[in-house]
């Protein structure tokens, strides 16, 4: 019997994997998407995922309010996101501007498909 490829889906530089309802997972894929899916597994990150996502680009002092966080806890939330991939940041004067990752998220939707 000839094993069928299968489409990788592309989660990090050098890790990707077959779509998860397709194959079985090697340990560095599920791995690697345990640590992504653990970034997410946060309700605050949930939410402050959602308000970037629908804003475009959030200035991370825009994210104190609608979360009720202080700044701390806001940078520690994305923190978390962007070393996930999920969130990509740049500094403009002393705050962070934050955008989704639109690739990262799409990454994701296919690797559960």
Do not use: N, Y
């Not at 640590?35 to 605050?44: E, K, S, T, Y």
């Not at 402050?48 to 002092?61: N, T």
């Not at 609608?66 to 002393?94: D, N, Y």
Request: aromatic share 2%; proline share 6%.
């Amino acid at each position: 019997m000839s094993a069928r490829r299968q489409p990788l889906v592309q989660l990090d530089e050098g890790v990707c994997c077959a779509p998860l309802l397709v194959s079985p997972l090697a340990d560095a894929d599920a791995a690697e998407l345990a640590r992504v899916f653990g970034a997410l597994a946060d309700p605050v990150r949930l939410r402050l995922l959602s308000l970037v996502a629908d804003g475009g680009e959030v200035c991370s002092c825009d994210l104190e309010e609608p979360l009720g966080k202080s700044q701390p806890t806001i940078s520690h939330h994305t923190k978390a996101l962007a070393e996930a991939g999920l969130l990509t940041g740049e500094k403009r004067g002393r705050w962070m501007m934050w955008r989704v990752v639109p690739e990262r998220l799409a990454a994701l939707r296919s690797a559960l498909s």
